[in-house]
C-alpha cells in the first residue's frame, strides 16, 4: 500500500476531475451526517473511480480481438470491464487512497459541525 501521507494531495482536485463527478457529489451529499459507514463507503467509491480512471488510459490501446469484431460495442464493453476492474482493486485493498479520503472527509465534516 502507498503512503500518501506524504503527497501534497488536493482531494478536491482529484474529485472534481472523478468521472461525472460522482465521488464530489457523494462526498458532498455527506456534509452533516454522522454515519460513518456512509463516508467509509464513499471514500471507498471514490477510490474505486480513481482507480479506473488510472487504468482507461492502458486498455484504449489495445487493439481489437478478432473473437469479438471491435466496434462499439466493445468499447462499451470494455470501459464496464475496466469500471469493474477499479471497483474489484478499491474492494481488495485498493491503493491507500480511500483511508485518505475518509480522513479528509471527516476533518471536513467535523469544521462544517464547528461552523
Same mark, same amino acid.
Given at each position: 500500500?502507498?503512503?500518501?501521507?506524504?503527497?501534497?494531495? =488536493?482531494?478536491? %482536485? $482529484?474529485?472534481?476531475? &472523478?468521472? #461525472?463527478?460522482? !465521488?464530489?457529489?457523494?462526498?458532498?451529499? *455527506?456534509?452533516?451526517?454522522? =454515519?460513518?459507514? %456512509? $463516508?467509509?463507503?464513499? &471514500?471507498? #467509491?471514490?477510490? !474505486?473511480?480513481?482507480?479506473?480512471?488510472? *487504468?482507461?488510459?492502458?486498455?484504449?490501446?489495445?487493439?481489437?480481438?478478432?473473437?469479438?469484431?471491435?466496434?462499439?460495442?466493445?468499447?462499451?464493453?470494455?470501459?464496464?470491464?475496466?469500471?469493474?476492474?477499479?471497483?474489484?482493486?478499491?474492494?481488495?485493498?485498493?491503493?491507500?487512497?480511500?483511508?485518505?479520503?475518509?480522513?479528509?472527509?471527516?476533518?471536513?465534516?467535523?469544521?462544517?459541525?464547528?461552523?
Amino acid at each position: 500500500m502507498m503512503d500518501l501521507s506524504t503527497l501534497p494531495v =488536493d482531494l478536491g %482536485s $482529484i474529485a472534481r476531475t &472523478a468521472r #461525472d463527478g460522482d !465521488a464530489l457529489r457523494a462526498a458532498e451529499s *455527506l456534509r452533516g451526517k454522522g =454515519d460513518r459507514d %456512509s $463516508i467509509r463507503q464513499a &471514500a471507498a #467509491d471514490f477510490e !474505486a473511480v480513481f482507480v479506473s480512471q488510472m *487504468l482507461a488510459p492502458m486498455f484504449e490501446t489495445l487493439e481489437s480481438d478478432t473473437m469479438f469484431g471491435g466496434g462499439p460495442g466493445e468499447d462499451i464493453y470494455r470501459s464496464m470491464m475496466v469500471e469493474e476492474y477499479g471497483r474489484a482493486i478499491a474492494r481488495t485493498g485498493g491503493v491507500g487512497i480511500a483511508e485518505h479520503v475518509e480522513r479528509e472527509l471527516l476533518r471536513i465534516q467535523e469544521a462544517a459541525s464547528n461552523e
